[in-house]
């Protein structure tokens, strides 16, 4: 069995590490590089960078901020946000990311996940998912619906559907945003996750929701989530990523010991 992961996440804008509450009235509360160094000496798996605005301001990604952070971490590194061609890929992969991740771009134009796996290779595609319980329906059939856009933009897409489709078009990895628990810190919604978990067969990351390490054990294992995004519950020293990782360990959770 492979180890879970641990996975702190950045939502940048204007440069600055921000945090919101189901997607709105962010909160500045950093700076990313900085933040960035912080977690990947207390032990990170990983790190995930979104520019979570460059999509909805139809810019380009903050690639100055990218190299910065790729300059001063040595752990695997995934940037998304404002990536709508393999350009843009291959753009923020020259800036030292190991993984881009497309979430607006490739519900536009599906297509960018095949043309970014021929070129980069599937394990570098990360697909995004914004996703917020609607009920069935025959639009949304799980019961989830994608938005896009930073979670601004309902795209009467459902969920598990567009998640399989991207797993064919060469996705490697999927991380499943839930907006309904994002930013609460009452715990992952983990009907969602393990919904779409049991149906592909790349890894899935959790994310949304994180506020206690019962909530990482229960998302790792119930929901069978490959790893799971931590942001509030760090970012406000809550918890350090060691006695998370020391939970989950005495927990039965396999991880990467960091300690």
Known sequence: MLSKRIIPCLDVRE??????IKFKNNVDIGDPVDMARLYYEAGADEIVFYDITASYE???????VVRQVAETIFIPFSVGGGIRTVADMRNVLLAGAEKVSVNSAAVKNPDIIAQGAKAF????????????????SKATPSGYEIYING????????ALNWAIEAQKLGAGEICLNSIDADGTKAGYELNLTTLISEEVDIPVIASGGAGTPEHL???LTLAKADAALIAS???YGTYTITEIKSFLEKSGVKIRKTW
């Open 121 to 136: 290779g599937n394990q570098c595609i990360v697909l995004g998912m914004d996703a917020k319980f609607v009920g069935k």
């Open 233 to 235: 519950m760090v970012h």
């Open 151 to 158: 979670g601004r933009t309902p795209m009467k897409m459902d």
């Open 58 to 64: 139809k810019r380009e990604i903050m690639l100055d």
């Open 15 to 20: 440069g600055k590490t921000t945090k919101g």
């Open 217 to 219: 054990r229960d998302v």
